[in-house]
């Protein structure tokens, strides 16, 4: 019996033990954002830095062809009601979290106005910045700390799956026959 794995197994392996560190991190941080006013910068910090954690098993990194973790893994994801909170937590971490697109900062021109009297009432120039905020998502955090679990159970078993068959020894090629 082999007592260590082949390199794509190996690969596999250390993906889904970064992942489970990802989602037990979410975890971690969804649990202390309870803890903290809704309102407060603690909540809010804590609450985007579950979603980069939750998502970021995700998102296709590992992207070099020496790379010693595979960029991906398939796993089963939730599905109904949690598939849709799991599609709109990757969705924030890609469209608002980490990268700042401007569907959702929403950024307009305030032009100048006139009074009835005929002052200016605005300068020449202003702008109003709308920024996506964590809590305008409306994420269920009991939800949100379910379908993480969930997503740790199908890493653990990804492990275990990866382990065993990483593990198992390669069956011996055969030879073709030759013919005389």
């Not at 903290?36 to 992207?63: D, P, Q, W």
């Not at 020449?124 to 949100?144: C, G, M, Q, S």
């Not at 593990?167 to 026959?177: M, V, Y």
Request: aromatic residues 8%.
């Amino acid at each position: 019996m082999r007592t260590h794995m082949d390199a794509a197994h190996s690969r596999q392996f250390r993906r889904t033990q970064i992942s489970m560190g990802d989602f037990l991190t979410a975890i971690r941080f969804l649990k202390t954002a309870r803890v903290h006013a809704i309102s407060s910068t603690e909540h809010e910090t804590l609450l985007m830095a579950a979603v980069i954690c939750y998502a970021r098993r995700f998102t296709g990194n590992e992207k070099a062809a020496g790379a010693r973790a595979t960029s991906r893994l398939a796993l089963p994801t939730p599905k109904g009601e949690d598939g849709k909170l799991h599609r709109r937590i990757i969705r924030a971490r890609n469209k608002a979290v980490a990268h700042a697109e401007s569907s959702h900062y929403r950024v307009d021109y305030v032009p100048p106005f006139i009074s009835s009297s005929g002052g200016v009432r605005a300068p020449k120039f202003a702008t109003r910045v709308i920024r996506w905020h964590p809590l305008n998502e409306h994420f269920d955090l009991n939800a949100f700390e379910r379908i993480a679990e969930f997503m740790m159970r199908q890493s653990m078993n990804e492990q275990a799956n990866v382990s065993i068959l990483g593990l198992l020894p390669k069956k011996p090629r055969r030879r073709p026959k030759r013919h005389k």
